[in-house]
Nanobody, 119 residues
Framework: QVQLVESGGGLVQAGGSLRLSCAASGPIFSINRMAWYRQAPGKEREWVASISGGGSSSYASAVKGRFTISIDNTKNTMSMAMNSLKPEDTAVYYC?????????????WGQGTLVSVTS
């Protein structure tokens, strides 16, 4: 069973930085894509950024230029450096992966990590 564990959330002042990490474990043969989503209080979950197993990345316009996503295929981990944080970045951040195990294709979500940005 593939599982995801996020870490790195916390409380930071506006303009500060945080780094989120997501570690995938289980019978992973290959990772097609890993992504970050976020859900702010009272809002729907939204896509933030994603990266392919080959390293191609894309970003939502709200975070482009401030967030940088990276992947380490040797360790099945993904990180996202978040700089110039704004109060509107406050949300629970969820890791998502689309991966291939030895027997099937799976999509898995992590439990989420809270990022709070104060003004």
């Amino acid at each position: 069973q593939v599982q995801l564990v996020e870490s790195g959330g916390g409380l930071v002042q506006a303009g500060g930085s945080l780094r989120l990490s997501c570690a995938a474990s289980g019978p992973i043969f290959s990772i097609n894509r890993m992504a970050w989503y976020r859900q702010a209080p009272g809002k729907e979950r939204e896509w933030v950024a994603s990266i392919s197993g080959g390293g191609s990345s894309s970003y939502a316009s709200a975070v482009k230029g401030r967030f940088t996503i990276s992947i380490d295929n040797t360790k099945n981990t993904m990180s996202m450096a978040m700089n110039s944080l704004k109060p509107e970045d406050t949300a629970v951040y969820y890791c998502n992966t689309q991966a291939r195990t030895t027997v099937q294709y799976v999509e898995v979500w992590g439990q989420g990590t809270l990022v709070s940005v104060t003004s």
